[in-house]
């Protein structure tokens, strides 16, 4: 077996990891900063050290650009992380790990591959990882495979139907949509909805109740969007947010009372509880998802222009670039 | 070339299709009718008659069951139509030809996957088509995979952000959850909201402008949430309602509005009439996708689990039933 590497770039925290599938044998994590190229040379410095690594997959806080077939594959885009900016993630580490092999997709979709194939999806072919905390991100596997398109999901940027009474209080935090998902039940939202921060609001605050209660509305909402649009066989809800109990005991007879029986399934009707979960790898979804994208790289399970683009030579991918992307 | 059949059951219509990838040869359309038995021999007839037909590729209208590991594969399970629910479409078709492989999927899933190998999509690898008529309905090809899990997906029934002044005089006609995108975006909801058929309301009815707007309003959101979810390259919008061009040229500012630079990609900010199109494939989009279906499984792109379920071998796919959904 070979040894693989895996980093999760999260908007504040870096974790570098090393092991075999499902493994984490050794990690550092350290604060994400302002400076990707020391970043990533902290990176490299620790892969080099554990030696013989022979494929890493990182995932990345985006907007990214995963689509191997495209010029600015491993960027991370436009991001308004001071520093990282259209910072070539990927050429960077490549500099620092010259031999190995590379491989690039979001941090929530590594997140998802993770939690699919050793966590909280054993089993299924099929997940969302949606993680509520200082940003809401999504990450999908469908049938197996990591799921791209024009970009990749941004599910904490879709809109959602809100209370009258609560359009005319709070127009919501996000600099693009104003009271996108993001905008309203973020962890910032949170704060600046009820005036403090929501770590700060517990279960004796005369406001905890209402709190809850309008985030389960929001986020039950967001889950009957992705149970009707991809289909999801699980969906695992992570962040610091997206963890706590008191929401998911919210959520589920909301998402269940939102559906309204369409959905005629068990896992909806009976087995609710086995649907909307936590995370199963705890704080370790983007780190042992991040070596699984390097082991499906190493295992040859990646599409060609994937592997190819890794090892450094540029293909084209027919199925990638349409008339209206490139 | 092995000679290919497909069908597809509209709600109202049937269309059987001979030919090969891309290419229908003959045709038969009739109306779907409430007795699906004697509808399904009337295909079979067909099929028969044609002599040589190799393989069938099944579009149905749902809910109805594409996963190949269930016990009710091909079935449409839980609709209002009467006689159709809980009627195993493939089991019949099976009884009249025994000797083609059949394979099944959703009728949207199906024109989704005809649009981007033969139609609106070519050269892409994701495509959303999104039918407004009658119903609502969506399939999605990502990766040049049709996505399934739980169960398909059901994007008519998604909750969206309605103006409170639409809230105070519309309710929605969906019986699952009046004011989803269906109940209040379909052909009979706009029927219903302005008392006429949209149809009959033509561009010098004083209703004409406020009726096209507020369908954008609602289909432009439907397509942004689209676009955060699954992150399609092109959206094909069909169906009676779907197709009309002043409904699009409404749609594409709003969309690009509602997105707010977020998706900074040129399909959106540059290319947005390339972006949501119509069918290049007329009222042939689900059935030279059916005939796209018959084509994969006889060149065995499809999973091994549909092959032989196909064949008429039950066999077990771990990655499609998971503790959940057994």
Redesign the interface.
């Known amino acids: 077996m070979s040894r693989l590497g895996g980093i999760e770039f999260g908007g504040t925290k870096t974790v570098c990891v090393v092991g075999s599938p499902g493994v984490v044998e050794d990690e550092i994590r350290f604060a994400t900063g302002d400076d990707p190229a020391a970043n990533l040379s902290t990176c490299a410095e620790f892969f080099r050290a554990q030696h013989g690594v022979e494929a890493i997959g990182v995932g990345a806080f985006g ?1 990214c650009d995963p689509d191997p077939g495209s010029p600015t594959y491993g960027y991370v ?2 991001t308004p992380k001071p520093g990282w900016g259209g910072f070539d993630v990927l050429g960077a580490l490549r500099e620092g790990m010259p031999d190995a092999l590379l491989a690039f997709d979001t941090d929530v979709n590594v997140a998802a591959l993770g939690e699919l194939v050793h966590g909280a ?1 054993r ?4 997940l969302v990882y949606l993680t509520i905390g200082t940003g809401i991100g ?1 990450g ?1 596997v ?4 990591l ?16 209370p ?1 009474s609560e ?1 005319e209080v709070f127009a919501g935090v996000c600099p ?2 104003g009271d996108c998902l993001e905008g309203v039940a973020s962890g910032p939202a949170l704060s600046a909805r009820w005036g403090t921060p929501a770590q700060d609001i517990g279960p004796d605050d005369d406001r905890y109740e209402a709190m809850w209660d309008l985030e389960a509305v929001y986020v039950a ?1 967001a889950l ?11 969906i695992v809800l992570g962040g610091g947010v997206g963890e706590q109990p008191q929401l998911h005991e919210r959520i589920r007879p909301r998402l269940q009372a ?1 559906l ?9 009707s009976r ?1 609710i509880d ?2 909307v979960v936590g995370p199963a790898l705890g704080n370790h979804s983007g780190g042992i998802g991040a070596l699984e994208l390097a082991h499906r790289l190493v295992s040859e399970d990646l ?1 060609p222009a994937q592997q190819s683009m890794a090892a450094g030579r540029a293909v084209a991918d ?8 490139s």
């Open positions: 907007p885009t436009t999806g089993g299924l072919g099929s999504g999908l469908a049938d197996g495979h799921i791209h398109g024009l970009m990749h999901p941004e599910m904490g940027h879709i809109p959602i139907p809100r009258q359009i693009f949509h909402d009957h969007i992705l149970v009707c649009t991809v289909s999801p066989q699980r939102s309204a029986g369409y959905i005629q399934q068990p896992a909806i087995h086995e649907f599409v027919d199925d990638s670039i349409g008339p209206i992307t």
